[in-house]
C-alpha cells in the first residue's frame, strides 16, 4: 500500500458521502413536523412521541437500505466512528428522557402547588425558550458526534424559532416551534436527496461494494 495514502482521510470521505443523502435530515424533519401537528391539535397526546420516535429508527434503516446502499454500498466504519455514534445515540435518548421526566415533573408539582409561584411563573412564562435550549442542544451535540455540521445550523434555527416565538402571541406555539425547523429539515434533506440520487445514479449490471475503513 503507497505511503501517502490516508485511510483517515478515505474513511471520512465514505462517511461523508454516506450521509449526503438527506435521509437522516428528512426522517428527523418529517418526525418533527408530526410531532409538531400532534402538540398543534392535542398537546395532552405528546405521549405519541416514543412510538414516533421507535418507528423513525426501521424508517430511516428501510431508506437507507433501498436508496443509499444500492448506489455506495453498504458502508463500514471503524470501531472508533461506530463508538461515536454509539455515544450519539446515547446521548440523543438520555436527554430527551432527562427532558420528558424533567418537564412532567414540573407540571406535577406545580398542579400540587409544591413549586414556589415565582418558579410556576416563571416556568410556564419561559416555557418556549426551555424547550428550544433542550432541543437545540440536542442537534448541537449530535452534530459535534455524529461530524454533520449542517445540524450545527438545525440547532440553531430551533433556537430561534422557539426564542422567536416566545414573544409572538399565538396558539400552539409549541407545535410551531417543532415544525418549523423540522420543516426545514425536511425541505434542505430533500435537496440533498435529489442531489444525491444525480450524484450517485444506479448503474444496470453493477453492485455497489462496500467501503470504509478495517
Not at 31 to 51: D, L, N, R, S
Not at 73 to 95: M, T, W
Not at 179 to 191: D, E, H, R
Amino acid at each position: 500500500m503507497p505511503a501517502n495514502i490516508d485511510l483517515k482521510d478515505i474513511e471520512r470521505k465514505a462517511y461523508t458521502s454516506f450521509h449526503k443523502d438527506g435521509i437522516v435530515d428528512i426522517v428527523i424533519g418529517f418526525c418533527a413536523i408530526v410531532f409538531g401537528i400532534i402538540f398543534y391539535y392535542e398537546p395532552a397526546m405528546y405521549f405519541f412521541f416514543i412510538g414516533l420516535f421507535i418507528a423513525a429508527t426501521p424508517m430511516y434503516i428501510l431508506m437507507k437500505n433501498s436508496i443509499t446502499v444500492p448506489r455506495i454500498g453498504l458502508v463500514r466504519f471503524k470501531p472508533e466512528r461506530q463508538e461515536r455514534i454509539r455515544q450519539l445515540l446515547l446521548v440523543i435518548v438520555s436527554i430527551t428522557v432527562l427532558a420528558v421526566i424533567l418537564t412532567n415533573a414540573f407540571w406535577v408539582m406545580s398542579m400540587m402547588k409544591a413549586l414556589p409561584r415565582s418558579l410556576i411563573d416563571f416556568l410556564d412564562h419561559y416555557y418556549m425558550i426551555y424547550f428550544g435550549v433542550i432541543l437545540s442542544a440536542i442537534l448541537v451535540i449530535g452534530a459535534y458526534l455524529a461530524e454533520l455540521r449542517r445540524f450545527y445550523a438545525y440547532g440553531l434555527a430551533t433556537l430561534v424559532a422557539f426564542t422567536s416565538l416566545h414573544f409572538i402571541d399565538v396558539p400552539g406555539k409549541l407545535g410551531l416551534g417543532l415544525a418549523i425547523p423540522g420543516l426545514v429539515m425536511l425541505l434542505y434533506g430533500i435537496v440533498m436527496l435529489l442531489k444525491f440520487l444525480r450524484d450517485y445514479p444506479i448503474v444496470k449490471g453493477s453492485t455497489a461494494g462496500s467501503a470504509g475503513g478495517h
